[in-house]
């Protein structure tokens, strides 16, 4: 999955903007102000994505393209080299992924005035 498809992906999610938080050529996606995914358009090898603890080190472990995110808490962040073999109906789940964990931890109130972000689901994905 190349760049773009990354982040039309991202923007097709409920209530997903993005922004340039740190630095001009780091983008973020997020949904109600809390980051899922980032890139940097300088480099965009590397694609930074939440992931549920134990899920991320069974993908690290399964796929040489997943390892923990640089500059990040890599017990809940995961990159994905995008120029490597991943297929992208995996890139996809994990971008649904990332996006679910942070919709669960999204306060009541929020969730309740847009119930549209608990309607994606995190479609399963073959693993080779």
Known sequence: MDIECVRDFCL?????????????????????????????LEDTQWFVLKCQPEYALWLRDRYPAITGAWHMNKR??????????????????????????????LPRAVKQTFPEVLQVNEAPVETA
């Open 12 to 40: 097709s999610l409920p209530r997903t903007s993005e922004y340039f938080p740190f630095d001009e050529t780091t983008l973020a996606f997020r949904v109600e102000d809390r980051i899922f995914a980032m890139i940097d």
């Open 76 to 105: 809940h962040w995961n990159q994905l080299d995008l120029q490597g073999l991943l297929p992208d109906a995996l890139v996809a789940h994990l971008i649904r992924h990332s996006y679910t964990e942070v919709v669960r931890k």
